[in-house]
């Protein structure tokens, strides 16, 4: 479980968007990340953190969208290799 939560925190600490205004490779990028974060237990002990989360997620998908195409393509390629290193370490986040 606590391997999911510090998984999750480093992939809300790469993000840095409106699904509207992402890229292919970012909006690729954040539904992997969103659905990892639904993933986590739901319940009492973790839903703070778990909510902090989500809104550190949205903020970041705020500011990517702010930036240009090219950029976006690179930091969302970038985290995209990021979570294939995490998922071949750890089969169970796939």
């Known amino acids: ?54 809104q550190n997620l949205e903020a970041g998908k705020k500011q990517v969208a702010a930036m240009s195409s090219s950029d976006q393509e690179t930091g969302c390629k970038q985290g995209l290799e990021a979570l294939k290193q995490l998922e071949s370490l750890y089969p169970a986040l796939k």
């Open 1 to 54: 479980m606590m391997k999911k939560f510090l998984v999750s925190a480093v992939l809300l600490s790469l993000s840095s968007a409106a699904m509207a205004d992402l890229s292919d490779s970012c909006k690729t990028y954040f539904e992997k990340v969103d659905k990892l974060v639904e993933s986590l237990p739901k319940d009492a002990a973790t839903k703070q953190q778990t909510d902090m989360m989500k």
